[in-house]
């Protein structure tokens, strides 16, 4: 079945620590987003990819990473710099610019 | 700048009651907008998406929303809600592209038996 995964569905790192999610698509999309989440703000943009070795920042991406080498992969890495990493992360994805945006099931990312 | 409001936080409503949830929006030009919803600890559902055209849209599972550009609103309504819709819903706006979106805090529904 075509989708979007994301894994793990939680993750627990120590505070410092860079850790790095993971979202795959095999919808032949060629946009892919990350949105976090957090209870009573809605979902905010980090990053965005229109397009394979090209991205762009979205509303939050201080203390993010991005790459997108591969058209399926879009990881996403949060860093030591970011101030409060404790969130729910959802990716998407999208075929063109007027085509339906699909998401994943979602990261629970828990920093102790 | 662009934004997106849904008043409600949270509203309860009894099962077989008609529901509305209020969205509204702030963007210069004309709006691409959506209805998605999203289960405890799961992604989002698109539920329907206006355009152009017809101000009334229908959307999945019975919803629908309408247009209303002279108060910036796009609401969702149901007839009729089932158990089944307790969940968050969010309202959003596009800006480029279907998956760059600006979103509502969300309204949280729950159904009283």
């Known amino acids: 079945d075509g989708g979007i995964t994301q894994s793990p569905k939680y993750l627990f790192r120590k505070e410092g620590q860079n850790v790095t999610l993971s979202c795959e698509q095999n919808?032949?999309?060629?946009?892919m987003y990350w949105y976090r989440q957090d209870p009573g703000q809605g979902l905010r943009l980090i990053y965005y990819?229109?397009?394979?070795?090209?991205?762009q920042k979205g509303d939050i991406a201080e203390g993010y990473s991005v790459s997108r080498e591969k058209k399926e992969s879009f990881p996403l890495t949060v860093t030591s710099a970011q101030k409060n990493p404790t969130a729910f992360y959802l990716c998407?994805?999208?075929?063109?610019?007027?085509?339906?945006?699909?998401f994943g099931q979602g990261t629970r990312l828990t920093v102790v | 700048a662009q934004s997106v409001t849904q008043p409600d936080i949270h509203i309860t409503v009894s099962e077989g009651a008609s529901l509305e949830l209020r969205c509204n929006y702030s963007?210069?030009?004309?709006?691409?907008l959506f209805w998605y919803v999203q289960s405890p600890g799961q992604g989002l559902q698109l539920l329907l998406k206006?355009?152009?055209?017809?101000?009334l849209v229908q959307g999945i599972k019975g919803f629908e929303a309408e247009f209303k550009r002279s108060q910036s609103s796009f609401n969702l309504r149901k007839p009729s809600v089932h158990w089944s819709d307790a969940a968050e819903y969010f309202c959003?706006?596009?800006?480029?592209?279907?998956?760059?979106?600006?979103f509502g805090k969300g309204t949280k529904l729950s159904v009283k038996p």
């Open positions: 963007y210069g030009a004309t709006p691409y």
């Open positions: 990819s229109q397009i394979v070795n090209d991205f």
């Open positions: 919808l032949n999309h060629d946009a």
């Open positions: 998407a994805s999208s075929m063109a610019e007027y085509t339906e945006a699909f």
């Open positions: 206006y355009f152009s055209g017809d101000t």
């Open positions: 959003a706006v596009e800006r480029g592209s279907q998956g760059n979106l600006i």
